[in-house]
């Protein structure tokens, strides 16, 4: 079962003068000197609408007040919503991705999600069997990191669990700590 954050009207990024390209360009970072001014009071992996300096709407992504990378775009759709099913959906395309490209082998460890490409960025999510590991290096993923678990264990069959790896330092640069640890499982150490 998916349940909902709450969420409110987006805060606004809005960028400096001709610093819009990259994000014209679907680069999904938007670094700390891009930024003019934030209008509104968004908290570390709030969702927040990115614009360029004459009001043209970029992008809605993460913020991260802490990191260089201030926002990380996850969508360039205006009207799409960065909801429950956002997560659902990129997973789910992340996933039917790796079942076309391993149809034909024999194995049973793949990385299912690469952050940025696959429209995820801060998530890296491996699978090893029947078991998931995953680290959550954004504040925006951390945010959303119930949220992504419950639709790993909905999408990925035959789960004995999923299990967290997010103890590396790029997390600091985000203010986030380190964390390690079981975050779901039917058994097993």
């Known amino acids: 079962m998916i ?23 679907r680069h999904p970072w938007v670094f700390s000197g891009a930024v003019a001014r934030i209008d509104g009071q968004p908290r570390p992996g709030d969702t927040v609408d990115v614009l360029a300096a004459d009001g043209r709407w970029l992008a809605r992504g993460a913020y991260s007040p802490h990191s260089q990378i201030r926002v990380r775009a996850w969508s360039f759709e205006q009207t799409e919503a960065i909801d429950p099913g956002f997560f659902q959906r990129r997973l789910q395309q992340a ?75 790029i997390r600091k640069k985000e203010g986030l700590v380190l964390a390690s640890g079981r975050l779901f499982s039917t058994t097993g150490p």
């Open 3 to 25: 349940h909902v954050l709450e969420t409110s009207q987006p805060a606004s990024i809005i960028l400096k003068p001709k610093r819009e390209k990259s994000l014209l360009n």
């Open 95 to 169: 996933l039917d991705l790796r079942r076309q490209n391993l149809a034909d082998t024999h194995t049973n460890a793949c990385r299912l999600v690469a952050g940025e490409s696959d429209g995820l960025p801060g998530l890296i999510v491996d699978r090893y069997d029947r078991w998931v590991v995953c680290q959550f290096l954004s504040t925006g993923t951390e945010r959303w990191k119930s949220i992504i678990v419950e639709c790993l264990d909905d999408l990925v069959p035959n789960l004995l669990g999923i299990y967290e790896r997010s103890d590396v330092d």
